[in-house]
Antibody, heavy 123, light 106 residues
Framework: QITLKESGPTLVKPTQTLTLTCTFS??????????VGWIRQPPGKALEWLAL???????RYSPSLKSRLTITKDTAKNQVVLTMTNMDPVDTATYYC???????????????WGQGTLVTVSS | DIQMTQSPSSLSASVGDRVTLTCRAS??????LNWYQQKPGKAPSLLIH???TLQSGVPSRFSGSGSGTDFTLTISSLQPEDFATYFC?????????FGQGTSLEI
């Protein structure tokens, strides 16, 4: 059974750096085709794809946020960390991490999600 | 980025109805299209990948079709637990952009 859980601050101030950790179980990030992604959702709005890290350490970012995002993995700890710099109130959202599978017929899809963590940006 | 547009934004229906939701991509994405269901206060859950492949455990009343730029999600007979918001997502390229969602209401 795959489980993921996000952790990090619930409140950050503008200009600060946000660090979120995704701790997972039930799979290994050393397995081919496996990845972990981050997606966020402002209150009442749509999902926004942020970043994805693959088993081979390939990393992909949203072009609009690339300069502010860093995604890393620690396979020994079964964790993926997302950092986002220069936080702004518009970054207030629920942040989800999700297990991704890559197949030649589907490419990437998120088949298991964490419960999400609400991050509020306010002074 | 590839833009994903869903229609309608909201839809009212009744238990037992057959409903079809639409998702359009701003450029061809072959069949690399995923559908997710999200209930209030919960994380999204995967329904369909590769446009028409039903995720394990998802009821067979859900089906997906389409290729290129136009895709549909059909629920053959709405059940009370199906009232939720549905998002499409393209997987053709990263970033895997999502549509704005369709809210399915009673």
């Amino acid at each position: 059974q795959i489980t993921l859980k996000e952790s990090g601050p619930t409140l950050v101030k503008p200009t600060q750096t946000l660090t979120l950790t995704c701790t997972f179980s039930g799979f290994s990030l050393n397995t081919g085709g496996v990845g972990v992604g981050w997606i966020r959702q402002p209150p009442g709005k749509a999902l926004e794809w942020l970043a994805l890290i693959f088993w081979d350490d390939d990393k992909r970012y949203s072009p609009s946020l690339k300069s502010r995002l860093t995604i890393t993995k620690d396979t020994a700890k079964n964790q993926v960390v997302l950092t986002m710099t220069n936080m702004d109130p518009v970054d207030t959202a629920t942040y989800y991490c999700a297990h991704s599978l890559y197949t030649t017929s589907s490419k990437n899809y998120f088949d298991s999600w964490g419960q999400g963590t609400l991050v509020t940006v306010s002074s | 980025d590839i833009q994903m547009t869903q229609s309608p934004s909201s839809l009212s229906a009744s238990v037992g109805d057959r409903v079809t939701l639409t998702c359009r991509a701003s450029q061809t994405i072959s069949r690399y299209l995923n559908w997710y269901q999200q209930k209030p206060g919960k994380a999204p859950s995967l329904l369909i990948h590769a446009a028409s492949t039903l995720q394990s455990g998802v009821p067979s009343r859900f089906s997906g079709s389409g290729s290129g730029t136009d895709f549909t999600l059909t629920i053959s007979s709405l059940q009370p637990e199906d009232f939720a918001t549905y998002f499409c997502q393209q997987a053709y390229v990263t970033p895997g952009t999502f549509g704005q969602g369709t809210s399915l209401e009673i």
